[in-house]
């Protein structure tokens, strides 16, 4: 009974530090006014935890850890509606109508946590909130408890409120995600592809200055790394969807 009474007595925040030595601890909050569905996507060659997708109401938060050099991304979906198959539709970010995306992608626009835990050349941790596939909800992505040359991922502004009427993607007339310059156009200009898919050649367009005036510390076009990559050595990170100001 003395072991157990010491086991069970282990202050929480060393023994969420001990479940995660293994790989990385990833928490979840959905700070919005309304439930999201979160979606997840390993990389090719890389496992999706929870089955890649999921309910979330206000308020809740999720906790769940991926292995060492994970690597992957992260969005939330909008007013989504499900039967108990786990079939059915969201307004923003659907992964081909399924709950669980298992190996699926968000439909654009999405704003999008990019990140790389760690690989065969590098101990370090890369991650980035991404609005190359537009937007559609407000995120943030920083370590928890500090870490080595960490920083703040984020875009906490709507950019619904303010999404040039050319991008903006509405549902019942209300406003719900703003396109990125390359889906609403589809040229190799706005794309970064083709003979503009290099950082000479492919330069931000007036929506993407706009995006980046709006939030500084997101990706607003393919070759935005100086200023929107984050590096960073750390054991547990939490996403926030709509962040506090």
């Not at 990140?115 to 909130?129: A, K, N, Q, R």
């Not at 200009?189 to 995006?211: D, E, M, N, R, V």
Request: net charge positive.
């Amino acid at each position: 009974m003395l072991v157990l009474y010491h086991l069970v007595s282990i202050p929480l925040c060393v023994f969420l530090f001990l479940v995660s030595t293994n790989g990385t601890q990833l928490i979840l909050v959905n700070n919005c006014r309304r439930s999201i569905w979160p979606g997840i996507l390993g990389n090719t060659g890389q496992m999706t935890p929870k089955d890649g997708g999921f309910h979330m109401i206000t308020g809740e938060e999720v906790v769940f850890d991926v292995p060492k050099k994970w690597s992957g991304r992260i969005w939330a979906r909008q007013n989504c509606h499900f039967d108990r198959n786990g079939t059915g539709s969201c307004d923003t970010g659907d992964c081909d109508g399924q709950l669980k995306c298992r190996g699926l992608g968000g439909k654009p626009p999405t704003t999008v946590v990019e990140m790389t835990l760690g690989s065969s050349t590098s101990p370090l941790h890369f991650y980035d909130v991404s609005l190359v596939d537009g937007f559609n909800v407000p995120v943030s992505m920083r370590p928890v408890g500090g870490g080595i040359g960490c920083g703040m991922a984020e875009c906490d502004v709507d950019l619904n409120i303010c999404c040039p009427s050319a991008l903006e993607v509405k549902v019942g007339g209300k406003v719900v995600g703003c396109k990125s310059a390359c889906l609403a156009i589809q040229s190799a200009k706005y794309c970064c592809t083709g003979q503009f898919a290099s950082p000479k050649t492919c330069k931000p367009t007036i929506f993407a200055l706009l995006f980046k005036a709006i939030c500084p510390k997101a990706y607003s076009y393919a070759f935005d790394e100086s200023s929107s990559l984050n590096k960073c050595r750390a054991s547990r990170y939490v996403i926030i969807f709509c962040p506090p100001k």
